[in-house]
């Protein structure tokens, strides 16, 4: 169900990103639009964990405001990542007593995978609170979206990321499919999908690649369940067993290679199911049911299915030795 469920949605999202693509770059979304990750590394010392992920949420905001997929959650290989230096700290006033802070907050926009580094700029921010964290969220607070720095930065970037797909976009079909060869189906997809829809030919040869892939994965998969379903058949020859044996099936696309296979299975389970033990199983009435109502929901679960998978990669382990 869940493989059927993505496939629906990434052939939704190439016609959408398409559509897209074609009319406005202003009304695209995340997956259609460069995306860089508000990374705050462990090496930024000193900064309470509250005011950490003030800061994340912060670059966040400013990557939004100017135009890119800026989700913490999305795990794109281009990061903004800060450093933060505290130029002075007081204890002000009296009854009580506040910190105030003056930081210098540097900004580093780069590529986190190969440690390539885009380029960066710092601004100054002060911020008072009743303690030090709060001070710190003061501070970050006062960083602006539309600061002119990090805009000419983000702007600069962009332009970085869009020739990274545009001259390497042969490279990245051949990377996936190396990957699909190694049967790495769920990496080469995600690597496909990250491609955004501004970059409009490298985007359209990620869209082909990826039906290819997908029926790579689709046919593979087919042949390791119909093996587990007719092992788990073969156990009992019961009922039971065709329960067993059902749940591997109806994870099974119907246009597999090997579906034709999977119906003379399902046709024996039945047969074998109404002799041994004068029972019905209606495995394919049940699937049938099934794909009606993929159909019936798959423009409503899009959306769900693309942030469940970006969400679902492994973290990212980024590179970011000699940037300050």
Same mark, same amino acid.
């Given at each position: 169900m869940k493989r059927k469920l993505i496939f629906a949605f990434l052939i939704f999202l190439g016609i959408t990103l398409n559509f897209y693509a074609q009319n406005s770059e202003g009304k695209l979304d995340d997956f259609s639009r460069i995306a860089i990750v508000p990374y705050v590394a462990s090496q930024v010392e000193n900064i309470p964990l509250s005011a950490k992920n003030n800061l994340q949420s912060k670059m966040a905001q400013m990557l939004t405001a100017n135009g890119i997929a800026g989700s913490t959650n999305y795990n794109s290989q281009f990061i903004i990542t800060p450093n933060v230096s505290v130029l002075s700290k007081n204890v002000v006033g009296a009854a009580p007593p506040k910190v105030a802070i003056v930081l210098e907050v540097a900004f580093y926009i780069g590529d986190g995978v190969t440690g390539v580094k885009f380029g960066s700029t710092a601004i100054n921010v002060k911020g008072v609170g009743q303690n030090e964290n709060k001070a710190y969220i003061a501070a970050f607070r006062n960083i602006k979206s539309n600061n002119k720095e990090v805009k000419n930065l983000i702007n600069a970037a962009k332009k970085r990321i869009l020739a990274y797909y545009n001259d390497g976009c042969d490279f990245i079909m051949k990377e996936a499919g190396s990957m699909a060869n190694q049967n790495k189906?769920?990496?080469?997809?995600?690597?496909?999908?990250?491609?955004?829809?501004?970059?409009?030919?490298?985007?359209?040869?990620?869209?082909?690649?990826?039906?290819?892939?997908?029926?790579?994965?689709?046919?593979?998969?087919?042949?390791?369940?119909?093996?587990?379903?007719?092992?788990?058949?073969?156990?009992?020859?019961?009922?039971?067993?065709? @329960?067993?044996?059902?749940?591997? =099936?109806?994870? #099974? &696309?119907?246009?597999?290679?090997?579906? +034709?296979?999977?119906?003379? /299975? %399902?046709?024996?389970?039945?047969?074998?199911?109404?002799?041994?033990?004068?029972?019905?199983?209606?495995?394919? @009435?049940?699937?049938?049911?099934? =794909?009606?109502? #993929? &159909?019936?929901?798959?423009?409503?679960? +899009?959306?769900?299915?693309? /942030? %469940?998978?970006?969400?679902?990669?492994?973290?990212r382990i980024y590179n970011i030795q000699g940037w300050w």
């Open positions: 189906f769920d990496q080469a997809l995600y690597n496909l999908t990250s491609v955004p829809a501004v970059s409009k030919d490298c985007f359209n040869k990620a869209q082909e690649q990826i039906a290819i892939i997908y029926k790579q994965k689709m046919n593979r998969d087919c042949d390791v369940l119909l093996t587990m379903a007719t092992n788990a058949w073969n156990a009992g020859q019961n009922y039971d067993s065709a @329960e067993k044996a059902g749940f591997y =099936l109806n994870q #099974i &696309e119907p246009d597999s290679k090997c579906y +034709s296979k999977v119906k003379s /299975l %399902a046709s024996d389970i039945q047969k074998g199911v109404r002799r041994n033990s004068d029972r019905e199983w209606d495995f394919l @009435e049940n699937q049938q049911n099934n =794909l009606a109502e #993929i &159909e019936k929901n798959r423009l409503i679960t +899009s959306r769900e299915i693309a /942030l %469940a998978y970006a969400n679902n990669q492994p973290e």
